[in-house]
């Protein structure tokens, strides 16, 4: 949108109500519909932190306040980046007051008695700048509001895309659709709890859900075989870790990476003796670590074919003697301290509901 420079704001101040009244009335013939005065210079400030005004037509010798003195008030006031022009009224003409005055902010000098036409060309000249400079700064708050809304979008698909192939992960498992959420959600209170940004928690949230997303590639027979699995059927069912990551690798999504990580590292062990790279301790990675004590305290607390439900206090136990062995010891105590957290959503996230 084009702006119409006779439509900006323009303030005066000047102590002499003659010489506002001469200025405003010029301007105003000239087709300048936004035009206020003030003959006390303590209101300048005030009045433009109010109302956004576009030129300021500054005196400097007043009384109580000098133009000098204005100019530094807006100097380190919220006006300093707004590049308003201060066109500065002067019947001195010494050197040293006008380099003060432009040291200070003033963009352009009037000299009294005004001379009709420059103050005319010169008030047009500065208002087209700062035309230019509102237009830019629309155009840019624009621009930052699509590319805003445009993330915001792509976040949302990708999550939406992740929660959906969690199902589909899911499906050829036993486990039940609720599993993947719980995860998720403990895996929540673990982040927040150990202090992890806002951010980060709420993907590993939405991650977490993918951990086993690598078992769609595990035939059949050895996935949902319901006896013991033999060494080799076991090598093979480990694989889903590595399966799941390459699924979820070369993603610029963020989300997806941190799925990736959390796909490839939740069977790791604190002691080093998990799979598939046998890390230890603080290299794996804090998604993996803590995904892998959710998920593991969702399969003990709940029903699966081979098994039955354990009471919380049987699976509590179970992760404090895995402490430091299986499971990072700083997240089991963490986990311990959260109980509560984590027995209120497995109550609101049964499988029976
Ligand atoms: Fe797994
Ligand atoms: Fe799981």
Redo the contacts with the bound molecule.
Sequence with gaps: MKISIKNLNILICDDSISNVLLLEKLLKDSGYVRVAAVTDPVKVLPLMLETQFDLLLLDIEMPGLTGIEVLQQMHRSALHNQFIPVLVLTGNQQPEIRNKALEVGASDFLTKPFDNTEVLLRVRNLLRVRAAYLSQSRMNAELEDRVEKRTQELEKANAILIKRLAQVGEMRDSETGRHVLRVGKYARVLSDAIGLPDDIGYMIEKAAPL??LGKIGIADKILLKKGKLTEEEREIMNG??QMGADLLSDHESLLVQMAGSIALS??EHWDGKGYPKGLQGESIPVEGRITALSDVFDALTTIRPYKKAWAVDEAVDYIKKKAGLQFDPRLVEVFISRLDSILEIKTRFDDSK
């Design positions: 951990h086993d889903h870790a939740h069977h």
